[in-house]
């Protein structure tokens, strides 16, 4: 499937296989991983290959590690049963929030992969595998106002730039704000979390519309 | 310099070049960047040296990036010119709060390759280069209950896991608060900050101790 | 652009910058390069990420540098003066013939760079930069019978494989035929060899539309 | 065994295991392998080794995928049964044409391997392992005229570069010419055509002939 | 634990875990291995991490090959089991000398691990495992005068360098002289394996009392 | 030039380039460096190609190092001027000694090299360049009995194995004993490097008749 947040396109797919990684063979429980990557020309300026250069980028790293914990928060692992659950992020073009932009698309791919699942009758118990859903945002204060999903340019201007990721419950998964060259008090934090537990709430209604209408 | 918290020992050096890496030259402005490891015996089972396996692995990214971002907001790089500070933090034994102990212990190394620089007139401005100061503290929730610098044993039980980085100020500089399988309500969160922000104070109080025994 | 042949999808896309690769330079000649990539699940099972496993696979290289030979036979290097073009072809969907549809489609992003490097007058000769057209087919043999642009299931049974690539006015630029495990006499070879260049042919009046319609 | 075309020379081993790559175990059936490399001073001036610069490069890969192809045409995997057949071409001098004296020489290492494992007893039926014979010449044009196996010097003078792979009988295993910066009409690739089936032929006339004075 | 030899401090730690490696299998012998490393401000400047650069240097490389054997030395394989001891020799600080200290160091660390496997009982016969004990010692020729324990600075200055493994009863085990750009005689050989072997006979003492006072 | 020692063949070739690495620039002087490597096929079982494995092993590593130094202290740097020679050692069969047998070839290919200078008047001072004559044996304790040039079936039976070094005037440049699970007295390492120093004093008359043959 295919996420937009304003320019930035997101392709999410879910891949299912049998069986699990080593180090969780035999618990009876499954996994879910994710992998995020930027095709070489989906800023505006080409970046180099990831496969050229011959190894994964502090910063993809990072991503794919959030996205893998932001999936796996919803997930009830003995239900799934030993089955390894794969959501590839691909960012086709980029503008801003493609982080969160590939949680809140790759829940609806790992929905797919857990219809998919019960069809095959696959999972130990399909119906339990989800235990809530996630969508995710990113928050910024530009010029002293906290503003919900930048594009590029203004986040490149961001003072502070937060990324949340809530259930469907209006609870935190992950929490992630960072300064970088400027800081933040607690009021502006507070109102950062406000903002971003709002526009959480927005989409998971756009979520629960995407589902019904497949 | 060894930093200590618990049972964990950190050594964090700084290590001063003139210069600046390509994409900054002719800026004026010098950068501030870091690189975390962890000797194989640091914990209690013996881990691969990534030098052998040939690459970083991501957890290790993570925490170089974090703290590098947490070491440049204390300084005014126009004031530093254009010189590199390396701070390298080689955690020998770890339980619990590595990257925490490598901020604070971190930041001491920052300072004395600023006086470094001062002594040798390296530096555009040498009293203008820091511009706050930093800490960092990691926050859990063990059964309900927020508890500060959470030792190996302990975090592994924690059901969130946070880690905030204040200035000595007061305000933030980084908030990274994660459930990975749980999840925490605003209420939760907010306790969680409170207790971070006043771990910080008292660690800012140790950091002037510790600069003013030199 | 998005180039579709039956189920396979190739996105093109071109980027241009200033200068060549250090062993061109001060020769007064550009350069064109051409990287080919498929995601993960652009089959119908997911293969690994190149990025993740560190290296280039054979087979990309092998593409990358089909494309990149086929795309320079229609340029003009001194006319193009010292830029280079590079070509990222990216499978997003695979089913069957997506190097020749990366020949063809990159074709329609390198006239997307030349127009562009005309507007912004960075060319020595805008206007005799591209010399000719190209497009690709692949022909192969199933049960017999040479057919073009195998479908995945057709492909899978050709006893011969052939990739043929061909100027608009009707010249070959690149044969490659192969019958792996079963080889092929010089009537079977006449017989693609024939049907490719029909086929392309049609595909250059393909191009010419979707370049006018620009 | 030592094969030399002019100036050209490739030394061809041959190299049999018990045992088939992963993904063939259990088929029943053989397969054959081969890795083409050359010195780093085979030519006249000094290459990296591919093994100091940590990778294979795109071009070593793409010949020794070839020859793999070429070779495995004439094998029966069912008759080899459930062994590995490496063919290794290592380039001690190259003056053109080292793909096609790879092939021509590991057709001659591929039969010593066969009768080794005859001597052994170790393959199924080892009289109806190699079903046909291969060998391999190059074929250029040199201002305009159709010639066979050019040396370093007219290769690179050639507007196009053909290599084509013929069996014992004359039929075709694999052809692949290119133009790279210029193109080819149907009656010269005709000529190339016609010229590398006699090249072949003489080819197999030599090989019989080694094969005879072993 | 931790050795000094002058200025240089190398931390030795051994880790056991049951099992060996693969080619080892079944033969009931364990295995010991080291690893070597410095930290990147062990040295006056700083050097890049190995992982890092993706790759452990050639120096590195030789210096744990070097440990590993004279470590082996010491032990009956047998009497161990199939148990593999590996030994982390980590260069804190550097001032000559780190590869002799490590050796030295790293037997002290070997006794420990076999305590360690005699009191868990894991080791077949515990008691024989240690046949003898080994030191080392770097000597070197300054000014035509042989010299032993060499720190950085006389290093750099030295006209032949040799480092030499001796066992506690003054057998040896490895020696290894250089003197890359100047030649030594048969005479300063000589002297120098007497003057080596002095030096050993005294750090024999000092890990007795080392092993005692524990 | 081709190095025969028993069944041992190693290939050592020189290559000249212009100019220093980066760290000896300016300086006036020059560089030998050497680069050691087998063929998959060298040995009896085949090896897995070191570019394949995508780097190169510890032994590969040392052994040049080894013959690298060997050869530079034949030369004068400043006599040289800022060249570089490359001495590739690629070994086509091995049976023991393939390391020595290196050295001693390469101090031929490096005087080619140096004729070569001399020739095309690219050295500062040619007939300076080389200072001394070197070559290098092995010589290995088997049975108690120290003996000269194992074969590999010997060098596997040896308790003890030496590399040594030395002039054409009988000093030493490297000495290398080690007895792995062994250890050796003083009286046996006496008798060895007698033995050393007496095969080295046959190879360098061998040498001197092939430079005069030339």
Redesign the interface.
């Known amino acids: 499937m295919l996420v937009e947040y304003g320019n930035t396109r997101v392709?999410c797919?879910a891949?299912v296989?049998t069986g699990v990684p080593r180090w969780r063979r035999g618990s009876g429980e499954g996994w879910v991983t994710a992998?995020y990557?930027m095709?070489?020309?989906a800023t505006n300026?080409?970046g180099d290959?990831?496969?050229?250069r011959?190894?994964?980028g502090?910063?993809?790293?990072?991503i794919?590690?959030l996205i893998g914990?932001a999936l796996?928060?919803c997930v009830d692992f003995k239900a799934l049963g030993e089955n390894t659950i794969?959501i590839?992020c691909?960012v086709?073009q980029a503008d801003g929030g493609t982080r969160t932009a590939a949680i809140t698309g790759g829940y609806i791919a790992l929905q797919d992969a857990v219809t998919w699942l019960t069809d095959k009758k696959l999972a130990r118990k399909p119906d339990k595998i989800l235990t809530?859903s996630v969508s995710a945002v990113s928050v910024g204060v530009v010029k002293g106002q906290p503003l919900l999903d930048l594009c590029y340019e203004e986040d490149s201007k961001a003072d502070v730039d937060?990324n949340v990721v809530c259930?469907g419950d209006?609870?935190?998964?992950?929490?992630?704000?960072?300064?970088?060259?400027?800081?933040?008090?607690?009021a502006t934090?507070d109102a950062m979390?406000d903002l971003a537990?709002k526009g959480c709430k927005e989409l998971t209604g756009l979520q629960v519309r995407a589902l019904l209408t497949k």
């Open positions: 392709m797919t891949s296989v992998e990557s095709l070489p020309r300026t080409r290959r990831e496969a050229v011959g190894k994964i502090g910063r993809t790293h990072e794919s590690r914990r796996r928060s794969t590839d691909d086709l809530r937060m259930t209006g609870d935190f998964v992950e929490v992630q704000g960072t300064g970088e060259q400027t800081v933040f008090d607690r934090l979390l537990a």
